[in-house]
């Protein structure tokens, strides 16, 4: 199983950017499909964004515009770079290798996260 560890997060004002850095213990050329989720306190953890072996990209619609996901498949690494963050983007962010299968995602591991907090 592919282990993978998070970096890049930290403390930003509004408005500000962050980038988000996940490393893979072995190669990811081959995985399915990439994500991103994040974790508010007292709420869900949340599907932020995805990226397949294709290049496909997915993002829910409160970070569409501002976060763009990528892979370097040579690095073995996964982005996520984040623009115009607001107060809502704080959470614990993580990295995680996905199975996505028409509509539907499933979770094969997880990153142990990195916190991301945005000051008003």
């Known amino acids: 199983q592919v282990q993978l560890v998070e970096s890049g997060g930290g403390l930003v004002q509004a408005g500000g950017s962050l980038r988000l850095s996940c490393a893979a213990s072995?190669?990811?050329?081959?995985?399915?499909?990439m994500a991103w989720y994040r974790q508010a306190p007292g709420k869900a953890r949340e599907l932020v964004a995805g990226?397949?072996?294709?290049?496909?990209?997915y993002y829910i619609d409160s970070v569409k515009g501002r976060f763009t996901i990528s892979r370097d498949n040579a690095k073995n690494t996964v982005s996520l770079q984040m623009n115009s963050l607001n107060a809502q983007d704080t959470a614990m962010y993580y990295c995680?290798?996905?199975?996505?299968?028409?509509?539907?995602?499933?979770?094969?591991?997880w990153g142990q996260g990195t916190q991301v907090t945005v000051s008003s």
């Open positions: 995680a290798v996905v199975r996505w299968i028409y509509n539907s995602v499933y979770v094969d591991s």
């Open positions: 072995g190669s990811i050329s081959a995985i399915n499909a």
């Open positions: 990226i397949r072996s294709g290049g496909n990209t």
